[in-house]
Structure formats: structure tokens, C-alpha cells
């Protein structure tokens, strides 16, 4: 009888799971060149220590097919290991100010950005560690040319240049591509990120400073837009690369910390994702069990395995046997990611510790 109820359970969440891969993604197309959209453009680029590939990352977005554009980077001190590759990718830099001590590194530098550089249209924020396109500013800025978009964003492709850990964190990126293809689940990604001027009036930047959302600028940004009932457009064209060589303990802090933030933008992201993760993990393991110990067609359960192994395969353009394992496993890492997630207190982030929660 307990056998039967098994079965009959685990036949439901496989059903509801297959739904799921099915249901249409109401994705928005890749947004269209508006031609005459032309907007004076600010890229404001924080930068802190040397990422992998800096100067390429920033001679890149300095050479854009728009001409109407500048490039300014952000760095903590005229000291910071970064400003030698700054000057050679020849984009002038400012010093941030320090406007919130509960704000983050970026999030101040931003600020810095907007308050000295006022007579820019279109504010463009791109984290230092993306590669990009010449199409990429073109393609980013292009839906703001609508009165309804508050921000438009892309989301990247973790290009691993590195061993194992880098090719976890490729497959770990692709929840954020998916989350970023429902409109429900959209959000305004800080690495590659455009809005209007009009978008942030005086109250938005006590907001930013002083909210305990002051940590992301992603967060602040994506509640600003819902709150005064913009969208947020997504195209994948034009997507940025960002390069990663990563250990267990690098890719485990970042993995972390994206979801450390994602819970505390988004609560209800915790009880989703638990509840859908742990439901792929039934339906895993329930195909190993009882396609042994009850029904061969209970091997059918591994569909939902296999479809996730084909998006996979299709997004990242490589073919890595590695990666099949990779996919298996990733749900545990996401309900690991999860739990660790809830109990921090505190984030690091480039070298600084963040106090997220409790006093």
C-alpha cells in the first residue's frame, strides 16, 4: 500500500515537472534596434583589484558600435591595483565616495557616478568582469526608447577557462537565463544594466543609500522599477562572456552569495526553490529506485533528467561529457546553496564582508 502511494506521488511531481519544461516561457524576442534611438549615454563601470581579463573586458565595452556614449570607471583609490589597466584601455576615472556605510563598494561607486555626471540621458551600469560585443550598448539601451520599460537587462554566459569548478559555475548560471525568460521571475541584472534618468528621482536615491536592499545594486534597482509599474526587458543577443576560473571554495562563496541576495530581494525564492529542487531530486532518485524495484516504466521518470540535459547542451554550445554529470547533480547544489544561503548573517564581496541581516 505505502509502495503504491509512493508511486502514484512520485508520478504526480514527475507529471507537474515535465508541465513545467513545457510551459511556454512567455519570453520577450530579442528587442529590436529602435533606428533614430540615439540617447547621450554614461557606461559607469565600478571597478575594484583586477579581474581575469580586465583589459579586454574594458577595451570592449570602450569600443561600441554607438557614438553618442562615454565611459567612465569607478575605483576605491587612485591606488587600486585596476587603475594602470584603466588608463591603458584609455577610459578616464573617478574616485567613489563613500554616501552609505551600509551601501556596498559597487553601489557607492554608482552613486558617485550619478551625482557627478548629471546631463546624461541613459545611465548604463557593466561590472568589470564581462566581456562584450560591439552590438552589446546598442542592444541594451534600445528598449528604453519605450516609456513603459523602466530597465533593460542581459544576463551572461559563465565562459570557464579553468578545471571542474568553472564548468559548475557555467551550468549554475543558467537558473539566472531562466529566471530572466518569465516575466515573473525577471530581474535587473548590475553586470549589464540600462535605465533612463527619469528612472531614479531624489526619494529612489535615499532609497539606495539607506534600505536594507543597499548591499545590491540589482535589487534596488529591479524594486525601483516594479514600484512604479515599469517593465523590465531581456535580450539574450549581444550576451556578455564573463570569464571564470574557479575553485570549490571560490565558486561555493559566489554561488552562495548570489543566493544570499536572491533570498533577500526575493523571499519567496527560498520556498520556490525548495520546493522545486527537492522535487527534481524525487523524481531523480525515484527513477533509480523503483525502476530497479518496481517498474522498468518507471524508468521514463529520467525524461525530465534528459530534457534538462539538452537545454543545457543547446544554451552552452559545448560538448563536454562533464557536463552531464554536472546537470545531474546540480539540484543538490542548489538546495545546499539554499540552506547555507538562510543562515548567513553576512556576505564578502570583493575583499569586504556585508552584514545582511540581524544587527
Not at 520556490?272 to 518507471?298: C, H, K, N, P, R
Not at 543562515?343 to 569586504?352: A, L, M, N, T, V
Request: hydrophobic share 45%; net charge positive; aromatic share 12%.
Amino acid at each position: 500500500m505505502l509502495l503504491l502511494v509512493y508511486e502514484a506521488f512520485a508520478s504526480f511531481v514527475f507529471i507537474a515537472l515535465l508541465a513545467i519544461d513545457f510551459l511556454p516561457s512567455r519570453q520577450e524576442g530579442n528587442a529590436r534596434l529602435k533606428r533614430g534611438y540615439s540617447p547621450k549615454t554614461l557606461v559607469i563601470v565600478p571597478c575594484r583589484g583586477i579581474d581575469l581579463t580586465l583589459h579586454k573586458n574594458l577595451s570592449s565595452i570602450a569600443s561600441q558600435s554607438c557614438k553618442n556614449y562615454d565611459v567612465i570607471a569607478v575605483v576605491d583609490s587612485n591606488d587600486d591595483a585596476a587603475v594602470p589597466i584603466i588608463k591603458k584601455a584609455d577610459i578616464m576615472h573617478i574616485v567613489a565616495h563613500q554616501f552609505s556605510a551600509k551601501a556596498s563598494g559597487k553601489v557607492n561607486a554608482i552613486l558617485t557616478a550619478l551625482y557627478r555626471f548629471k546631463g546624461y540621458e541613459v545611465y548604463v551600469v557593466a561590472d568589470s568582469d564581462i566581456t562584450v560585443d560591439r552590438m552589446w550598448l546598442r542592444r541594451l539601451i534600445s528598449p528604453l526608447s519605450s516609456n513603459h520599460i523602466g530597465i533593460s537587462t542581459m544576463f551572461p554566459m559563465f565562459e570557464p577557462v579553468g578545471g571542474f569548478w568553472s564548468k559548475v559555475k557555467h551550468v549554475w548560471g543558467f537558473v539566472g537565463e531562466g529566471l530572466m525568460k518569465r516575466k515573473a521571475t525577471r530581474f535587473g541584472w548590475g553586470g549589464s544594466l540600462a535605465f533612463r534618468k527619469g528612472l531614479i528621482s531624489k526619494g529612489d536615491l535615499d532609497f539606495i543609500k539607506n534600505s536594507r536592499y543597499s548591499v545590491s545594486d540589482d535589487i534596488c534597482l529591479t524594486k525601483i522599477a516594479k514600484r512604479k509599474g515599469l517593465g523590465i526587458a531581456y535580450t539574450s543577443a549581444s550576451q556578455p562572456i564573463v570569464r571564470s576560473n574557479d575553485s570549490f571554495s571560490s565558486f561555493a562563496e559566489w554561488s552562495n552569495r548570489q543566493t544570499v541576495l536572491s533570498i533577500l530581494g526575493y523571499g519567496r525564492n527560498f520556498y520556490y526553490g525548495i520546493l522545486f529542487y527537492s522535487a527534481e531530486i524525487l523524481v531523480l532518485l525515484s527513477a533509480i529506485y523503483l525502476s530497479i524495484y518496481s517498474s522498468i516504466l518507471f524508468s521514463l521518470f529520467f525524461i525530465h533528467l534528459l530534457q534538462g540535459e539538452a537545454k543545457t547542451y543547446t544554451r552552452s554550445g559545448r560538448k563536454d561529457p562533464e557536463m552531464a554529470a554536472i546537470v545531474a547533480v546540480m539540484p543538490f547544489m542548489y538546495i545546499a546553496n539554499l540552506i547555507v544561503a538562510s543562515r548567513k548573517r553576512s556576505i564578502k564581496w570583493r575583499g569586504r564582508i556585508y552584514r545582511i541581516r540581524g544587527s
